[in-house]
């Protein structure tokens, strides 16, 4: 099966590469179609292609204002070649990520057409964009999830054939940590107490306002909060105690190891929302083999459930302390949790279960052919 892997702004590059190779391994024709990735390095190509098709004149800094404007400028003529493209070349074309939703909608490839929700609605949406995420959902043959509670809430929330959702679960990262890692900054080396660490882009709904509340009553740990911000933050390390350090940039895949190897803890402490179904720091983690604790949002009950996480509910800060106190106190019990994510890792939530699970799909968006 030629299989075309779309992710126009590369927004997610690890797993791409892992769902790619993780296809390829089983048999697929794959070319990931994508762009630069501003950032920094991503991952070679193991066993599939890779095209950066799309946005070959951006320009600007990563994240600025003039880079948006060029890839915006460049988006409609690419997403025309891609249709052009792939209706030659392609038995299915998988969207990961379609962020231009009102124009998108308008330039599908009339070829079969899958798309994975990694975000059921835009997070912060702009006017318009989730009327057209809606209109995307109806438009593609077959829509991907990362679990049931991820059904549910895009069955609740769109107008949506039953038979078109499915369930395919993110896969662990294991490749990252089996990764070769820079190291850690000299000051971080220092600290002999227990590190919990909050990994990713910092934005309102991840929770760190809950999570600083919480850590008031903690001292006998460090807390790393790690990640690019993308608001302000100013008032909230204003208020952190001297047991809380803020790395406060984008963290390249070569330096991640070294972050998750030194985290005892891991923690996800979400606000409560209808839009997240998972998350790629959550299967990060669990491919380190980490203890997690995570708030009920979206999908995380489901991973709590098979005994890899200690789940909490969200905004509330009290239950947040008591789960972070008891794995800070009690190495067996941190030890139980590791030992159940790195099972779920290489099981359930493996990349040959997903990659498996996800050539069914890609069966269901064929047509149908006419008997003779």
């Keep these: 099966m030629r299989v075309k892997l779309v992710d126009p702004s590369a927004y997610t590059p690890p797993y791409d590469h892992a769902l790619c190779h993780a296809l390829a391994q089983q048999g697929a024709d794959v070319e990931l179609i994508t762009s630069e990735f501003a950032y920094g390095d991503v991952p070679a190509p193991d066993g599939y292609r890779s095209n950066q098709f799309f946005y070959r004149h951006a ?7 003039l880079r948006l404007a060029t890839k915006l400028a460049e988006h409609v003529p690419d997403m ?14 998988h969207f990961q990520w379609l962020s231009v939703q009102p124009l998108d909608v308008h330039l599908l490839p009339r070829t079969p057409l899958v798309l994975t929700a990694h975000d059921l609605f835009p997070r912060e949406p702009r006017p318009g964009q989730v ?3 809606r209109r995307l959902y109806d438009a593609v043959d077959a829509v991907i999830v990362h679990s049931e509670a991820g059904r549910t809430g895009l069955l609740d929330g769109a107008a949506i054939d039953p038979s078109k959702v499915h369930v395919v679960h993110h896969g662990a990262f294991t490749h990252l940590a089996a990764t070769t890692s820079a190291p850690l900054a ?5 600290t002999t107490r227990p590190v919990v660490l909050f990994f990713g882009l910092i934005r309102p709904y991840k929770g760190v306002d809950v999570l600083l509340d919480a850590w008031r009553d903690i001292t006998d740990a460090e807390l790393w909060v790690v990640g690019r911000p993308r608001m302000d933050t100013s008032d909230l390390k204003a208020k952190a ?7 406060e940039r984008f963290v390249s895949d070569v330096e991640l190891p070294a972050f998750f190897d030194r985290a005892d803890i891991v923690v996800l402490p979400y606000k409560r929302t209808e839009r997240i179904d998972a998350s790629g720091v959550l299967f990060t983690a669990l491919g380190f083999g980490k203890a997690i604790v995570v708030t009920d949002v979206g999908g995380f009950g489901e991973v709590a459930s098979t005994g890899a996480a200690t789940l ?32 779920v890792a290489n099981g359930p939530y493996s990349w040959s279960d997903a990659a498996a699970k996800t050539l069914k799909v890609y069966e269901t968006a064929k047509p149908t ?4």
Aim: aromatic share 2%; no cysteine; hydrophobic share 40%.
């Design 80 to 93: 025309l070649r891609l249709r052009r493209s792939a209706t030659r070349s392609a038995d299915v074309v």
């Design 312 to 343: 909490v509910a969200p905004d509330d800060a009290s239950a947040l302390t008591d789960a972070l106190k008891t794995l800070i106190d009690d190495p067996a019990a941190r030890a139980a949790l590791q030992a159940n994510a790195r099972a």
């Design 241 to 247: 105690p001297p047991s809380v350090r803020f790395i």
């Design 131 to 133: 009327r057209a995420q």
């Design 186 to 190: 000299p000051e971080l080396t220092t």
């Design 59 to 65: 320009r600007g800094p990563a994240g600025s204002k």
């Design 369 to 372: 052919e006419s008997a003779p």
